[in-house]
């Protein structure tokens, strides 16, 4: 009975032998198909008189080869060169376009003009950090080409004249605002603050049911640190009725 039992598992009936043979056929025949079927080759057709003349020139210039080759590469440099040139720049005047040549994103360059159009202006090259957005990578590598000359001239001009104190002119550049009170009109009048930062401190300030000292403006998403301070003279809160100096 156990030998019997045994023997079953290496006998085939007739339709298990058909079965293993077309599957052997089957698998023959995907195997020997590649060889069978040729793979198609495109034709590249040269023009033999052309091809004839370059070779009989590189044989006469043996190395007009190397000099095409070393042109191919110079060019490539030179292009990728011309994407983002660099070359020395006034932040204080240069224009948009000018700065997207820099190589700067045009997020950055809307906040960089908006900043200027605030207000703002370089004094150093080191200022640049005070952008929003601007990287720490972008920063150094343009701050050695920044040449500073509207605010320099300014300067000079400032030291030059007499000091005088006029009535009529504030001695603030800016008004004082409550900063619980605020609009965002208000906030957007100061440098580095457009209308994002100004509706997000908004509801900052709403999210914690008013600010209860000066510092926790700093605290807004987004509101750099050197933005912070510049304002921090402008702002305070009304129930301690006096500015923050």
């Known amino acids: 009975m156990y030998k019997n039992s045994w023997k079953e598992w290496f006998l085939f009936t007739r339709r298990d032998r058909n079965a293993v043979t077309i599957l052997l056929l089957i698998i023959g025949l995907l195997i020997a198909l590649p060889y069978l079927v040729p793979a198609k080759r495109s034709q590249i057709h040269i023009d033999k008189a052309l091809q004839e003349e370059l070779d009989q020139y590189l044989q006469e210039h043996p190395r007009a080869s190397d000099q095409v080759t070393y042109i191919a590469a110079r060019d490539t440099a030179v292009q990728d060169t011309i994407k983002h040139e660099l070359s020395f720049f006034d932040p204080n005047t240069l224009s948009e376009a000018g700065f997207l040549q820099l190589g700067l994103s045009q997020k950055v360059v809307h906040t960089l003009i908006n900043y200027r159009n605030k207000g703002g202006y370089f004094k150093t090259a080191e200022d640049l950090r005070k952008i929003y957005g601007l990287s720490k990578t972008d920063a150094d590598r343009l701050m050695p ?41 208000d906030w957007k ?17 709403a999210s914690i049911n008013g600010f209860k000292n000066v510092n926790q403006v700093g605290k807004t998403y987004g509101l750099s640190d050197s933005v912070f301070q510049s304002i921090k003279p402008y702002l305070y809160i009304a129930d301690s009725a006096r500015a923050t100096q």
């Open 145 to 185: 080409y920044v040449r500073i000359t509207s605010v320099n001239n300014k300067s000079k001009k400032d030291d030059n004249a007499p000091v005088q104190k006029n009535a009529n002119v504030p001695s603030n550049p800016y008004e004082k605002i409550n900063i619980n009170t605020a609009t965002a009109e």
């Open 189 to 205: 009048a100061f440098p580095g603050i457009g209308e994002v930062l100004a509706n997000r401190i908004i509801k900052f300030r």
